[in-house]
């Protein structure tokens, strides 16, 4: 009889081990999505070539800066968003083919590694980069074209004006070396707004001492521009890039140009 009873309980015991085992990978298996299974399971190759690019990687939401880079390269739903059409003012920019940009330029949120306050704007000529200082530990960087113009200055100043899809009145000199410009001329009332405007969507003039300093930091349509040094201009983004840096940027503003 003891026997019999001492089988029975390991006979139990074991029963139930089995029974809460069993209830344990059915609960595992119960919360397995079948998607997550397959994008953790997912084949990997590693290309080095890549590496730091936020465009590749595995991403869930938003964008990722670093990471492991894959061979595959990542279609961004917050890139295509980020750059995409956008209505404006009664104008549609068109959609920025970003995947043909160096991905460093891509609009992010970077670490704050300034010792300036908040809404200082830091423009790194020799980087292409343009910051906007948000807090203390983060700041917002753009990716820039810099022209000739936008190495004939640097120091500190303000924005004193900021204008939505100015006109262009190129200065009389850049007229003299390109006749062509005479009919947008500052006597004729410069060049209407517009896609086509080099100026793009957005404007914000630099001011020093009250007086303007004639540097800008403008839109524009040509985005195979950016993170180069082009032929004319001062400081130029991406149109979508620009919107967004002028409507967090007040009248005012310190600048910084390095």
């Not at 080099?198 to 521009?225: C, K, V």
């Amino acid at each position: 009889m003891t026997l019999s009873k001492s089988l029975s309980r390991r006979q139990f015991l074991t029963m139930s081990g089995l029974a809460v085992a069993s209830a344990g990978l059915a609960g595992c298996a119960s919360s397995m999505n079948t998607d997550r299974f397959r994008a953790e399971t997912a084949p990997y190759f590693r290309n080095p070539a890549l590496e730091g690019d936020p465009r590749y990687g595995a991403e869930l939401e938003g964008p990722v800066y670093g990471g492991e880079p894959s061979g595959l390269p990542l279609q961004s739903a917050y890139y295509a968003e980020m750059y995409g059409p956008k209505l404006d003012d009664g104008f549609t920019i068109p959609a920025v083919p970003y995947e043909q940009i160096d991905a460093r330029f891509y609009r992010q949120e970077v670490p704050n590694t300034f010792g300036e306050r908040p809404g200082t704007i830091i423009v790194d000529t020799g980087e292409r980069f343009l910051y906007l200082i948000l807090s203390e530990g983060s700041a917002m960087r753009y990716g820039v074209g810099i022209g000739r113009e936008g190495f004939a200055w640097s120091g500190r100043g303000v924005i004193q004006w900021k204008q939505k899809w100015p006109r262009w009145k190129p200065p009389n000199e850049m007229v003299a070396r390109q006749p062509q410009l005479a009919q947008y001329s500052i006597a004729n009332g410069g060049m209407p707004p517009g896609l086509e405007n080099p100026l793009g969507a957005r404007a914000m003039y630099i001011f020093q001492n009250g007086e303007d300093t004639l540097y800008r930091l403008h839109g524009s349509p040509e985005w195979q521009s950016i993170g180069k040094a082009v032929s004319s201009g001062c400081v130029r983004l991406i149109n979508q890039d620009v919107i967004d840096l002028y409507d967090r940027v007040r009248n005012g503003a310190p600048i910084l140009v390095i």
